[in-house]
């Protein structure tokens, strides 16, 4: 596009002296941030009522803690290592890839100082549960909101929400991991490890 010569800028008008006001969009702005505190209040009494009913029992409420959680500095990452929760317990998933058979467990004790850099996993770490990677038969990223209250949370407290992953074994068992920031890390490298053949549906 190029600027027509035969055509007359316009440099006055109603909108124009408007925009150029020092006031333009301020109350546009408090109105926005007088809904977005509202909204904030709202999500984290929800929040709050999701941690009491994980409490008494509540699968669904369990799935959504910690789906929004707190930005930190030092957030763990892979490969071997994923924060995440399982059944609304707070832990790790570790992949552990110097046994005779590469497996995937899941731990609520703390597993920093038990895994060492190359992935070998000390005898003191005890899983609630582990899977050897050739035994994942089907894998599914779910979400702890859905799409609306996903937007919501994540606009009202500037936080990334955290999906999880459903780990389906040969036997049909099935393990549901939620609050993993690095979803999609731990996703790929289990697809990349198994010697299966995956189709998408």
């Known amino acids: 596009m190029a ?3 035969t055509t007359a800028h316009e ?3 109603e909108d124009i002296d408007a925009a150029k006001s020092p006031k333009h969009g301020k109350k546009g702005r408090k109105l926005i941030n007088l809904i977005k505190g509202t909204t904030k209040g709202a ?3 929800a929040m709050g009522a999701d941690t009491v009913r994980a409490k008494a029992g509540s699968s669904h409420a369990k799935h959504r803690l910690g789906a929004a959680p707190k930005p930190t500095p030092d957030l763990l990452s892979g490969p071997v290592d994923f924060q995440a929760r399982y059944g609304g317990h707070k832990g790790h998933v570790y992949i552990s890839t110097k046994a005779t058979i590469p497996a995937v467990a899941f731990s609520t004790a703390s597993t920093l100082e038990k895994i060492g850099p190359d992935g070998a996993v000390r005898e003191d770490l005890h899983p609630r549960w582990s899977v050897p990677v050739a035994d ?8 702890g909101y859905g799409w ?4 919501l949370v994540g606009w009202s407290l500037s936080r990334e929400i ?3 992953i459903e780990l389906t ?3 049909g068992a099935t393990y ?3 609050a993993l920031p690095l979803r999609d890390e731990l996703f790929n490298r289990l697809i990349a490890m198994g010697g299966q053949k995956w189709e998408a549906w």
Not at 148 to 151: A, D, E, L, T
């Open 3 to 5: 600027h027509d010569p």
């Open 11 to 13: 440099t006055a008008g």
């Open 43 to 45: 999500v984290k009494t």
């Open 136 to 143: 994942l038969r089907e894998l599914k990223k779910i979400g």
């Open 148 to 151: 609306k209250y996903r937007m």
């Open 162 to 164: 955290a999906d999880g």
């Open 169 to 171: 074994d040969r036997t």
């Open 176 to 178: 549901k991991l939620t």
